[in-house]
Nanobody, 122 residues
Framework: QAQLVESGGGLVQAGGSLRLSCQAS????????MGWYRQAPGKKRELVAY???????KYADSVKGRFTISRDSAKSTVWLQMSSLTAEDTAVYYC????????????????WGQGTQVTVSS
């Protein structure tokens, strides 16, 4: 049974918007932080944004002002609203959840989603 299920990826034109969703299963609990990583071909995995149980957020510099992360803790769901997309945002986006924190590299993260492709055409 998948513990993090993502949806919302797809193909969009530059300047457009997409909203990613991630639903955590009831089998995981005591999650402190949920967030999104992305990995483009030939590039390292990058932490895009996260939100803690206390609603503290953090964003990569490359997405500040364009992406917004939000969370419904009661439903164990996190969303990533992406706007003003550019070709540089093209990547596989992975939902992540952890009982402690999400580091920049993603090493040691407790739970991962299967990934959803976001492609921005220029």
């Amino acid at each position: 049974q998948a513990q993090l299920v993502e949806s919302g990826g797809g193909l969009v034109q530059a300047g457009g918007s997409l909203r990613l969703s991630c639903q955590a299963s009831q089998s995981i609990f005591n999650i402190n932080v949920m967030g999104w990583y992305r990995q483009a071909p030939g590039k390292k995995r990058e932490l895009v944004a996260y939100i803690t149980r206390g609603s503290t957020t953090k964003y990569a510099d490359s997405v500040k002002g364009r992406f917004t992360i939000s969370r419904d803790s009661a439903k164990s769901t996190v969303w990533l609203q992406m706007s003003s997309l550019t070709a540089e945002d093209t990547a596989v986006y992975y939902c992540a959840a952890d009982r402690r924190f999400l580091g920049s590299s993603g090493v040691g993260v407790d739970y991962w989603g299967q990934g959803t492709q976001v492609t921005v055409s220029s």
